[in-house]
C-alpha cells in the first residue's frame, strides 16, 4: 500500500476576486442552517458524525451528505478551518480562494521537483487556478493522479512538439469578429470570457483564457451579437470562453436576453466545467434564471470518473430537473483516462447523473501537448471497448478536430470486414461476423 505522509498546511491569503458581486440566491441555505453547529464544534469527529447522524430531529445532516462530500467537508475543516459551510458552498468564495501559485498549492499537496520547476518558471502556458474544492479531489503525496496531472503544471507543457501549434484548429482564422467563431454554417462559438474557474493543462483555448486581453465584457460582446443578429443562417449559438458560469448572473441573463431577442437563433448551448470543478456555482438561482431562456443546452467538459462527487451530483440534477439536456464533452488523456474501465466508469457515472456522454475528443495538438496526447487508435479501441458493451446512449462519439479549421470529424472502429457477392460481412461487438444481403444502388 501507498505510504501517506501528512502535509503541513494552513489557510490560504484570499486572493483578488475575479467575480463582481452577485446573485439574488443566497448560498447553501442548508448549509446555513447547519453553519452554526459546525462551526461551533469545528472538528473532524463531528464533521463525520455529522454525515453519519445527520442533524437532530430534521433530516438536514442527510441532504448535507448529499451536497458535500465527506473528503471536501475533510479538507475544508483542515486548510480551512476559519470557513463555515456556507462559505465553503458559496461559489464566490470558492472563486476568491483559489489556489493560484506555489505557495499556495504547497500548502495542499507536497509538489513534486517538476510540479516546483514548472511552478517557479512562472506562468507556463496558462496561469495557475484550481478551486478549494476541486483541490480537495487531488491526492497530496501522488503527483501522477489522474486529476492532479488534468491541473498542476509541469515542465512538458512548455515544450513544442512537431506538429503542434498555439491555434491548431485556426479559430482566430474563421474569426468575423473578436471572440465570435464561425466555422459551421448554422452555428457559431461565441468565446464570452477568458476567465475559467480551473485551468486545464491541455486547454485548446490555452493561447487566450486566463489572460486580460481576452476577458470580453458587455461592451465587446455588441460586435458579435451584430453578427449574429446579421446572419440569417446562424440558429444556433455556442456559448464558451473560457467558461461561461463564471460570469455573475446577471450579465449571463443580459447576454442570453440578447441572444433570445434574435428570432432566427433557435437554440443557445453553454460550455462549461463550472458544475465539475465549481459545482456550488450552480444554485438554485442560477437554474431558476436558467430554465428562462429555453431552448438552452449545456455541454459539461469531464474528465475522470473520480469528479462525480455528491456535489456534482447535485448540480447535474439541479440542471436537468430545470430542463437542460446535459451533454458531457471529454477529452482523452494519456494515463489519465486512456483505457477502457475508466472510461466506462465515467460514462455509466454520466448515465446515472442524466448526463448523456456525448463526445470523446481526441486531444488537440497545443503547443505542450504531447505528454498529455494519445495514438488515434486508443480512442477506437476505448470505443470499441464501449459500443455494444454497454448502452448505446452511454457511448460517446469519438472524434477529432481537424487541425487547420477542418472541423469535427467522428472516427469509428471500422464493423465491416469485407464485401462479397452483393453481401456485407459485418462484425459486432463481440468480433464475430456476419452476413447482411445489401441492396445494389
Ligand atoms: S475549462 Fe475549458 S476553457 Fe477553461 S481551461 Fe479548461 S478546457 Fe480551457
Redesign the pocket.
Known amino acids: 500500500m501507498k505510504k501517506r505522509t501528512a502535509v503541513t498546511v494552513r489557510a490560504v491569503v484570499p486572493r483578488e476576486p475575479e467575480v463582481s458581486a452577485e446573485e439574488s440566491e443566497p448560498p447553501g441555505t442548508i448549509a446555513d442552517k447547519v453553519g452554526s453547529v459546525s462551526h461551533r464544534s469545528n472538528s473532524l469527529g463531528r464533521l463525520a458524525e455529522l454525515l453519519e447522524t445527520g442533524l437532530p430531529g430534521n433530516g438536514i445532516g442527510g441532504e448535507l451528505a448529499q451536497r458535500a462530500s465527506p473528503r471536501s467537508l475533510v479538507f475544508r475543516a483542515r486548510v480551512f478551518p476559519e470557513a463555515s459551510p456556507a462559505q465553503w458552498q458559496d461559489w464566490r468564495w470558492q472563486m476568491r480562494h483559489r489556489f493560484r501559485d506555489r505557495a499556495g498549492l504547497e500548502q495542499v499537496l507536497r509538489l513534486s521537483g517538476p510540479e516546483q520547476e514548472a511552478l517557479d518558471t512562472g506562468s507556463g502556458r496558462l496561469p495557475l487556478s484550481i478551486t478549494p474544492y476541486y483541490a480537495s479531489l487531488l491526492d497530496p503525496d501522488d503527483p501522477g493522479q489522474a486529476l492532479r496531472r488534468t491541473v498542476v503544471p509541469v515542465p512538458d507543457e512548455l515544450v513544442r512538439s512537431t506538429g503542434e501549434a498555439e491555434d491548431p484548429l485556426s479559430e482566430d482564422r474563421n474569426s468575423p469578429v473578436p471572440g465570435l467563431v464561425h466555422r459551421y454554417p448554422d452555428r457559431v462559438l461565441f468565446l464570452v470570457t477568458g476567465v ?1 474557474s ?3 493543462r491541455y ?3 490555452s493561447r487566450m ?1 486566463g489572460r486580460h486581453r481576452h476577458c470580453f465584457d458587455p461592451g465587446l460582446w455588441e460586435a458579435a451579437l451584430e453578427y449574429i443578429a446579421g446572419t440569417p443562417a446562424v440558429r444556433d449559438v455556442l456559448l464558451s ?3 461561461p458560469l463564471t460570469m455573475p448572473g446577471e450579465r449571463l441573463e443580459l447576454l442570453l436576453g440578447r441572444l433570445r431577442a434574435i428570432p432566427h437563433v433557435e437554440i443557445v448551448r453553454i460550455g462549461t ?1 463550472v458544475p465539475v470543478v465549481l459545482p456550488q456555482r450552480v444554485t438554485s438561482g442560477l437554474v431558476r434564471m436558467l430554465r428562462r431562456y429555453h431552448p438552452l443546452w449545456m455541454s459539461i ?1 469531464f474528465t475522470h470518473p473520480d469528479e462525480l462527487t455528491p456535489e456534482v451530483a447535485l448540480a447535474c440534477s439541479r440542471l436537468a430537473d430545470a430542463g437542460i439536456p446535459l451533454g458531457s464533452q471529454t477529452v482523452l488523456l494519456r494515463g489519465i483516462n486512456d483505457d477502457v474501465e475508466t472510461m466506462r466508469r465515467l460514462v455509466h457515472g454520466l448515465m446515472q447523473n442524466r448526463v448523456r456522454p456525448y463526445y470523446l475528443y481526441q486531444c488537440d495538438p497545443i503547443s505542450g501537448s504531447a505528454h498529455f496526447r494519445t495514438p488515434v487508435e486508443r480512442g477506437l479501441e476505448i470505443i470499441q471497448g464501449l459500443r455494444g458493451h454497454t448502452s448505446g446512449y452511454a457511448v460517446p462519439t469519438f472524434v477529432v478536430d481537424a487541425p487547420g479549421g477542418g472541423g469535427k470529424i467522428p472516427l469509428l472502429p471500422d464493423p465491416v470486414a469485407e464485401r462479397e457477392d452483393g453481401n456485407l460481412l459485418l462484425r459486432n461487438y463481440q468480433g464475430r461476423v456476419f452476413r447482411y444481403p445489401d441492396t445494389a444502388r
Open positions: 475559467c480551473v485551468y486545464c486547454c485548446t483555448r483564457v470562453g473560457g467558461d466545467k467538459h
